[in-house]
């Protein structure tokens, strides 16, 4: 049971290059959520899915396009990364409970010159 | 929208010690969740404890509690007897719904804790 896992850890752009951030999760859980994190700041949501084959837009979108193909991956993708995408982005995936937290991937540091 | 407000940048705590870290809160729903997650240098997300809002009593995970005053919408994390390996960032968060059962957690902008030796 390896929870959520992402891929790549650690990736270097140009701008205007694309990119696709694979997340996946073992667990089974219904929704999944894309978050970035800047420099000295809190997580801000960018994406997030109810289930497979349905997305929707958070907070901070722009730039960003995801799919949910399959229920236990969610991919994150850039089409022209700018260095304002500079940032390390997590996933997060979890059942819906109540009470339950979000469990996270160990983020992926995404750097765009 | 919901708001979470850590006012405390840094914190400088010897070790052994126990540690208040702050987090206000602001929302207008009567049913409302918050966690504090543990950020250390390698940088995953680690969950630490949560607090429901219906809940009675503090909520307590090992040597971590949660001062919950509700009418001061204040959730301060405890870290009883720290620890060097506490050093890291503190995120205090708070649940806020989304469509179709989905939840986004609204982050504070964290404090870095130190324990020094």
Redesign the interface.
């Known amino acids: 049971n390896a929870g959520v896992t992402q891929t790549p850890k650690f990736r270097v752009l140009k701008t205007g290059q694309s990119m696709t951030l694979l997340c996946a999760q073992d667990m089974n859980h219904e929704y999944m959520y894309w978050y970035r994190q800047d420099p000295g700041m809190g997580l801000r949501l960018i994406h997030y899915s109810v289930g497979e084959g349905t997305t929707a837009k958070g907070e901070v979108p722009d730039g960003y396009n995801v799919s949910r193909l399959k229920k236990q991956n969610f991919l994150l993708g850039l089409e022209s990364a700018a260095p304002s995408q500079t940032s390390v982005y997590f996933c997060a995936s979890t059942s819906g409970l109540h009470r339950e937290t979000q469990y996270f991937g160990p983020g992926t540091r995404l750097l765009v010159l | 929208a919901q708001k ?1 407000t850590q006012t405390q940048p840094g914190m400088f705590v010897q070790e052994k010690e126990a540690v208040t870290l702050d987090c206000t809160y602001d929302t207008s729903d009567p049913s409302y ?1 918050l ?1 504090w997650y543990k950020q250390p240098s390698s ?3 680690i ?1 630490l404890i ?1 607090q ?1 809002s219906y809940d009675q009593q503090n909520a307590t995970e090992g040597r971590y509690s949660l001062n919950f005053q509700k009418a001061r919408k204040s959730a301060n994390l405890v870290i009883s007897a720290s620890q060097l390996g506490d050093s890291a960032m503190y ?1 205090c ?1 708070m649940r806020e719904a ?13 404090t870095r804790l130190t324990i020094n030796p």
Do not use: D
Request: hydrophobic content about 50%.
């Open positions: 979470i969740g966690f940088g995953e997300m969950f949560y429901g995120f968060a989304l469509i179709q059962g989905a939840q986004k957690l609204v982050f504070g902008q964290g």
